[in-house]
């Protein structure tokens, strides 16, 4: 371990933090390192912990990522940017391509595992939205759901194998095993159980004795719910074009909140930095009886 001033750092495992502070100005600490190779290239990053082989072994300046799993978040920062913050990667090759993502969240093998830049995105299950590069506050919860989602946003999918067919459709939410599987990239749509499968009821709570006013509503063959043929006025109609229209636009303005919120983090991050500097214990001299 060539640690030149780097405090309160723990290594276990062969040239685990081995560059740590290394000929740097400011120094890497509060950083734990538990297996071969497992934060290998950190200089200054702190509060990193890492558990596994090659687990954040590219982490330069990241900071407050917690990677365990044999090469889980690998790559994380490795372009040197101190963009990758606030990640947490738990099984092998969990987010194992992140470079500059930011607060991702990913618990299974693979998953968020070809993410680069993409932020505020959680998986949960073996290959969970294990394409997406650089797609930001997707949820995916189920072995491999959004599987080929590679630059989507705002989807939130829920159940094993579920949205496999998103790519790059946004705001969508699917519910149910194998939900969507039927239907090609899409945005904006609301899917409940997959159609293929043999349901024998549905049971929604609150409709029922509750007074409201609109277009009486339909289902077709397909289970889509929508304004029944001739209920519905050219007025309620345009209305509708112009809120999807909206909804659109919006898009851009929730990517610049992410972008805001990016940016606060790595305020935080700088505070957080300040706080630790000033609990670090004073030198103490040991004479030597």
């Known amino acids: 371990m060539l640690n030149d001033s780097g405090t309160r750092n723990t290594a276990v495992g062969t040239d685990a933090l081995v560059f ?3 000929l740097v100005d400011d120094d890497g600490s509060f950083n734990g390192a538990f297996g071969a190779f497992s934060l290998f290239n950190n200089l200054d990053g702190f509060s990193n912990n890492a558990f596994g082989d090659s687990a954040l072994f590219s982490n330069i300046l990241g900071a407050l990522n917690t990677a365990i799993g044999d090469e889980a978040l690998e790559n994380n920062d490795s372009d040197g940017a101190g963009i990758g913050n606030f990640n947490t ?10 470079v500059d993502g930011d607060s991702n969240n990913a618990v299974g093998f693979n998953a968020i595992g070809a993410n680069t830049t993409g932020l505020f995105n959680q998986a949960m ?3 969970a939205l294990s394409a997406l590069i650089d797609g930001a506050s997707n949820i995916a919860i189920g072995d491999s759901a959004q599987v080929g989602n590679t630059n989507g946003s705002f989807n939130t999918v829920v159940g094993d194998m579920a949205g496999q067919n998103i790519i790059d459709g946004f705001d969508n939410i699917y519910i149910g095993a194998t939900a969507g599987n039927d239907f090609p990239n899409e945005s904006s749509t ?6 293929m499968h043999v349901f024998n009821g549905c049971f929604v709570a609150a409709i029922t004795g509750v007074s409201v006013t609109g277009d009486p509503v339909c289902v077709n063959g397909d289970g889509q719910l929508g304004v029944c043929a001739g209920g519905g006025s050219p007025g309620a109609m345009n209305q509708a074009l112009k809120d999807q229209a909206a909804k659109i636009a919006s898009q851009e303005s929730q990517i610049q909140t992410l972008t805001a919120a990016l940016k606060q983090q790595a305020d935080q991050i700088q505070k957080v930095s300040a706080q630790l500097e000033m609990v670090r214990p004073a030198p103490r001299v040991v004479n030597n009886h």
């Open 125 to 127: 299950g073996v290959n």
């Open 89 to 98: 990667g738990i099984g092998g090759q969990a987010l194992f391509a992140n």
């Open 20 to 22: 740590n502070g290394f």
């Open 190 to 195: 609301i899917r409940i159980g997959d159609p």
